[in-house]
């Protein structure tokens, strides 16, 4: 069963506590990115890797880490250092960048309070 | 600066009828237009990609329209169904950097 899979749905975390988002794929894609949506808004990219063990910053990186140890897998991390940080995060991935299709995990609704 | 803009926010309508999204994009220089779909508490799955030189590109029930000269793109839905409740997100790529622009999507309704 090939995809993207991103856990756990849903995560609360107290403020000031880091977290860390999973995002595995098993399409064989080079780049992945993560994406943070919130309502009324569109998506928004905070991070991208186009390969393994390298990683770029998207628009909105601040107070957010990523790691690209293996092509499969992307997590990311939720520092104390993001002002507001409940949304709901998406991971994507696709063979590589421009006109390539992006797909999408189910993606991860995470509330700190 | 580059952005995308949608209309309308939210639609009702009924099922069984037909109904189209507006897009406008100012991404420059422009790459190609994607629509995707997003159910309530889902990923997007795309439903369209058209580069610059395609005008439409339909997929089942839905047909995408391009117009790269006044930077204008539409979504049509024929013959809705219930199913097809969701957000629709326009999309819009820059050739130089490979970005992605996201539109802030229409919410349709669809009721029966």
């Known amino acids: 069963d090939g995809g993207i899979t991103q856990s756990p749905k849903y995560l609360f975390r107290k403020e000031g506590q880091n977290v860390t988002l999973s995002c595995e794929q098993n399409l064989n894609h080079d780049a992945m990115y993560w994406y943070r949506q919130d309502p009324g808004q569109g998506l928004r990219l905070i991070y991208y890797?186009?390969?393994?063990?390298?990683?770029q910053k998207g628009d909105i990186a601040e107070g957010y880490s990523v790691s690209r140890e293996k092509k499969e897998s992307f997590p990311l991390t939720v520092t104390s250092a993001q002002k507001n940080p409940t949304a709901f995060y998406l991971c994507?991935?696709?063979?590589?960048?421009?006109?390539?299709?992006?797909?999408f995990g189910p993606g991860t609704r995470l509330t700190v309070t | 600066k580059n952005q995308v803009e949608q209309s309308p926010q939210s639609l009702i309508i009924l099922e069984g009828k037909n109904c189209t999204l507006q897009?406008?994009?100012?991404?420059?220089?422009?790459?190609?237009l994607r629509w995707y779909k997003q159910d309530t508490g889902r990923g997007p799955v795309s439903l369209t990609i058209?580069?610059?030189?395609?005008n439409t590109k339909s997929n089942g029930r839905y047909t995408a329209t391009l117009d790269a000269d006044t930077k204008q793109s539409s979504l049509h839905i024929t013959a809705s169904q219930l199913s097809d409740s969701a957000s629709y997100i326009c999309?819009?790529?820059?050739?130089?950097?490979?970005?992605?622009?996201f539109g802030q999507g229409t919410t349709l309704q669809v009721k029966p």
């Open positions: 897009c406008n994009y100012t991404v420059s220089p422009f790459s190609n």
């Open positions: 994507a991935s696709s063979i590589g960048t421009d006109v390539y299709e992006q797909y």
């Open positions: 999309v819009a790529s820059g050739s130089n950097t490979g970005k992605l622009i």
């Open positions: 058209m580069t610059f030189s395609e």
């Open positions: 890797s186009q390969i393994v063990n390298d990683f």
